[in-house]
């Protein structure tokens, strides 16, 4: 899909069931354009990942993700060799009485291509996507790889050579925000902030994603969320939170809710026992009269 402006991309989204304000439709239209990445940063379930996933689907091509964490390092996220094969040929070559030849055993056919080596050379004949995702649970020198390829899209592997895209994946990097990134990258990207959703757009994603939820229910499932964002949490329940509790109370078979069904299913959206406590009880009791006064 060759997409020609703003209000084409944002169309294109909400097609792939993806509701994207006018501010991070810029965002994502100009990273496509000048071929710079993105950056999201955002609380966890705000719909930072499924950006990437959106725009995968959108441009029909593939989507490649690293998920980044605590000692993620060259091997596991750009390459490494594979040894096992390695041996194979050499013992194979000594059964036959022949000297193993080192160029071969690191050669391609024993490199195994990691996320960003697989953005550098993908398999299809067209960009794909890079999704690069929570960079801040990985350590501030995974940073620093990062930083080399997004600056060249360029892979050196010593035995090999260096590798150079031939088609400039489309890179969308994510942060939960657990610890600041450096500069450095930020600066190579496009930044967007993504925040909770007004009610409204929160309750057009609901209807979105969810089409067969009864009106009542996805407003009030809406208006709950809202209400529970505003107390005093550890860990805020997120879009994809709202969408699963709809989703929940649907297979439940419930048109609305009541006093029970809501104690009973908080473990759905809230993720931390001093959470549910918080909100159990005479504090859901009041959300809830809240929620039925707004209608």
Not at 33 to 62: N, Y
């Amino acid at each position: 899909m060759n997409i020609q402006s703003i209000d084409e991309l944002q169309a294109g989204l909400r097609e792939h069931l993806y509701i994207a304000d006018r501010g991070l439709a810029t965002a994502i239209y100009l990273s496509l354009k000048l071929g710079r990445p993105l950056f999201l940063e955002g609380e966890a379930g705000v719909g930072k990942t499924e950006v990437a996933k959106v725009m995968a689907r959108l441009l029909d091509t593939e989507l490649i993700r690293l998920q980044c964490y605590e000692g993620l390092d060259v091997h596991h996220a750009i390459y490494e060799w594979n040894y096992s094969r390695q041996m194979m040929h050499i013992r194979l070559a000594e059964l036959r009485k022949e000297k193993p030849d080192e160029t071969e055993l690191f050669g391609p056919e024993f490199l195994l291509k990691r996320p960003l080596l697989q953005a550098i050379e993908p398999s299809q004949d067209k960009a794909p996507v890079l999704l690069v995702d929570e960079v801040d649970r990985s350590d501030e020198e995974f940073e620093a790889y990062l930083l080399e390829i997004l600056s060249d899209y360029q892979i050196t592997i010593p035995e090999i050579g260096t590798i150079t895209a031939t088609h400039r994946p489309i890179v969308t990097v994510t942060s939960n925000r657990t610890r600041e990134v450096h500069d450095a990258l930020k600066r190579r990207c496009f930044y967007y902030w993504i925040d909770y959703p007004s009610f409204q757009k929160e309750l057009d994603i609901v209807r979105t994603k969810l089409p067969d939820a009864p009106d009542q229910l996805a407003r009030q499932v809406t208006h709950f969320i809202q209400e529970v964002r505003r107390a005093d949490l550890y860990k805020f329940p997120g879009v994809s939170e709202t969408l699963d509790w709809t989703e929940a109370l649907m297979v439940l078979d419930r048109k609305a809710l009541d006093e029970s069904v809501v104690e009973e299913t908080l473990g759905v959206i809230l993720k931390y026992q001093d959470d549910v406590e918080k909100i159990s009880g005479e504090n859901a009791r009041a959300i809830l009269e809240r929620v039925r006064a707004t209608g």
